[in-house]
C-alpha cells in the first residue's frame, strides 16, 4: 500500500465571526470564509484526511516539501513521515510551518484508522471514551450583551453552566478593547465568574499574553485566592526565565508554553528548567497529533499534567489518548455565536457535546470528523 496523490482542496464557506485589529475573532456579521482540506489518498482508494488554513498547504510547500516526501512511500510509517518532512524545515526559510506538518500528521492519522477500521483515540492510546469539557470564552469586547463588562462574563457562565458545561475558561480583554490590558478589569471578571459559579466548578484564565511579571504576580496571586485551577500565556513565552520566575514566586499553577516554537524539545525544557506546573501541548501548537502525544508522555513520567490546547478531531483524540490531560478546551464560546451548530462544510461539528458536559469519542474509522463532501466540492476554488 502506498500513496498516490496529496492534495489540498480550498473551498468558501460562509463565516459568522470577524478578527480585530490584533487579530483575536469576535462575532461579526454572515461573511465568506475560506478553508483548505488535506487528502491524502492511496494506492487502493482509501483516503485520510485534515481541514487546514489554506495558508498552512499552499502550492510551492505541498510541491516542493510535502509531495517528495510522500508519495510512493507506506502511508502507515508515520513517524518516518514526519521527521522525513520536518527535516525540511531547517532550510526552508520559514515557509514549511509547523502547521503544514501538523495537516500532513493529522491527515497520515486519519488514513491509518481508515486502512485499520478503528478510531485514532484509541490507536494513539485509548485511555477513555468521553472527557470533561472545558467551556473557552472569546476574549471581551464592546459589545452590548457580549463581553463586555464583568457582569457580562457572569451571565455567560451562568448560561455555560444551564448547557452542561462543568468547567469554564476565560479570554479577558486583549488590545485592542477599551481599557485593555488592564489586570485589575481581568480580575473583577475573574471575581464575577467564580461568585456566580461557586467554589466546586474548576475555573481558568488566558489573559493578555504581554503584561509585564509585576503585574502578573498579582495577577496571578489573586487567581490564587479564587482557586482558580491555572492561567496560562501572560507573557511573551519566548522568555523561559519569566515563566521559572513566575512558577517559583506563585502559588497559582502556570499552564505553558502554548505558542512557543520548538514542539516536544521545548516542553522538554520548560519541564527540566522548572518554567511551568502543568504542561501545555496542541496538535496546531507543535506540529500534529505525533508530537503533542510525546509531550503528553514525557509531562506524564513527571507527574505532570499535559491540558490540550484547541478544539478540533485531532486536538480531542489526544485529550481521549492521554491519561494526564483532564479537560478538552471546547470553544470559542461566545453569546452571539451558536458554537453547536455545523459550519457549512460539515454534517456534524467534531465535539458535540452532551448535557452533562462530556464530549465522546466517535467509534468511526479515522479522526471522526464528519464533512460534508459535496459542499466542499461544490464550493472548490482550486485545483491544486
Ligand atoms: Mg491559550
Known sequence: MKIERVEAITFTHRTYTQRDSDGHNHPGPEGTGTSALLQITCDDGTVGQAMCRPTDLRPDVLERFVRPNLIGQSP????????????????????????????????????????????????????????????????????????????????FAEWMLGRGYKAIKLHGWMVPMPGAPNVKLDYRACAAVREVVGPDIPL??????????????????KLAELDFVWMEEPMEEASMSSYKWLTGNTGLNILGPETMTGKHWTRAEWVKHDACDMVRTGVWDVGGISPAMKCAHMAESFHMACEVHGTGAGNLAVALASHNCTFYERGLLHPFIDYDAPADYQNRIDDEMDADGYVHGREEPGLGQDLNMDYIEAHRVNND
Not at 526559510?93 to 501538523?102: E, F, I, K, N, S
Not at 511579571?213 to 495577577?219: A, G
Open 76 to 155: 502507515l510509517l508515520i513517524e518516518r513521515a514526519w521527521y522525513a518532512i520536518y527535516k525540511w524545515q531547517r532550510l526552508s526559510g520559514g515557509q514549511l510551518t509547523d502547521r503544514a506538518l501538523t495537516a500532513v500528521d493529522l491527515a497520515l492519522w486519519d488514513l491509518m484508522g481508515k486502512v485499520t477500521g478503528q478510531p485514532v483515540w484509541k490507536l494513539i492510546g485509548g485511555y477513555r471514551p468521553k472527557i470533561l469539557a472545558y467551556g473557552s470564552t472569546m476574549c471581551g469586547d464592546d459589545m452590548e450583551g457580549g463581553l463586555a463588562t464583568p457582569e457580562d462574563y457572569a451571565r
Open 204 to 221: 481558568m484564565l488566558d489573559p493578555h499574553h504581554f503584561y509585564p511579571r509585576s503585574d502578573v504576580l498579582w495577577l496571578a496571586n
